[in-house]
Nanobody, 124 residues
Framework: QVQLVESGGGLVQAGGSLRLSCAASGSIFSINRMGWYRQAPGKQRELVAVITSGGSTNYADSVKGRFTISRDNAKNTVYLQMNSLKPEDTAVYYC??????????????????WGQGTQVTVSS
């Protein structure tokens, strides 16, 4: 199986910065898309940023210019640098990865995997 472990959340004042990390481990053959989603209380989970294995990125309009997603393919790790944080960025942030696993010598399986979530709280 595959595990995603997030770190880096916490409490920060408005205007501050945080850096989230998410490391994937397990029976990984390759990872295509990696990304970050967030869910605030009473709201649906939403895309924050995504990055492909080739480095192409996409951001939610609400975070463009403030957040930067990056990845280290050798370490199967994705990062989210969050600057100029606002109270409305408060949410549980989830790591996501589309992983291809080598199930047998001749069979592969591709699935979405999620981390357990890390709380980000921005105080005004």
């Amino acid at each position: 199986q595959v595990q995603l472990v997030e770190s880096g959340g916490g409490l920060v004042q408005a205007g501050g910065s945080l850096r989230l990390s998410c490391a994937a481990s397990g029976s990984i053959f390759s990872i295509n898309r990696m990304g970050w989603y967030r869910q605030a209380p009473g709201k649906q989970r939403e895309l924050v940023a995504v990055i492909t294995s080739g480095g192409s990125t996409n951001y939610a309009d609400s975070v463009k210019g403030r957040f930067t997603i990056s990845r280290d393919n050798a370490k199967n790790t994705v990062y989210l640098q969050m600057n100029s944080l606002k109270p409305e960025d408060t949410a549980v942030y989830y790591c996501n990865a589309y992983v291809t696993r080598l199930v047998t010598d001749t069979k592969i399986s591709a699935d979405d995997y999620w981390g357990q979530g890390t709380q980000v709280t921005v105080s005004s």
